[in-house]
Nanobody, 124 residues
Framework: QVQLVESGGGLVQAGGSLRLSCAAS????????MGWFRQAPGKEREIVAA????????YHADSVKGRFTISRDDAKNTVYLQMNSLKPEDTAVYYC?????????????????WGQGTQVTVSS
């Protein structure tokens, strides 16, 4: 069993920054790609960023490219999402997820374990 626990969400003004963390338990973290998704009220869950099992390749959605950065620290079993220049449209619940393989997928069906989510609210 893998448990994912997100932290770092909160309320921030537009233009501000937050750093989300996702701590994973279990020994299978390092062999799997990891992703961050978000879901705003009334909208479908969408991918924000993902990183391959070895950190060599990353993906960032067009809406966050240049502002958000995903990274991982396998020694700490933790994946991060640095969010800069936040906008009100970034407001959502952010979820960490483990991909079922070492390569990332852009859709939720490619992920087998999920965290409980952390709320990010950006005020204008």
């Amino acid at each position: 069993q893998v448990q994912l626990v997100e932290s770092g969400g909160g309320l921030v003004q537009a233009g501000g920054s937050l750093r989300l963390s996702c701590a994973a338990s279990g020994r299978t973290f390092s062999n799997h790609a990891m992703g961050w998704f978000r879901q705003a009220p009334g909208k479908e869950r969408e991918i924000v960023a993902a990183v391959t099992w070895n950190g060599a390749n990353t993906y960032h959605a067009d809406s966050v490219k240049g502002r958000f950065t995903i990274s991982r620290d396998d020694a700490k079993n933790t994946v991060y999402l640095q969010m800069n220049s936040l906008k009100p449209e970034d407001t959502a619940v952010y979820y960490c997820a483990r991909a079922s393989t070492g390569t990332y997928r852009q859709y939720p069906s490619g992920y087998d374990y999920w965290g409980q989510g952390t709320q990010v609210t950006v005020s204008s």
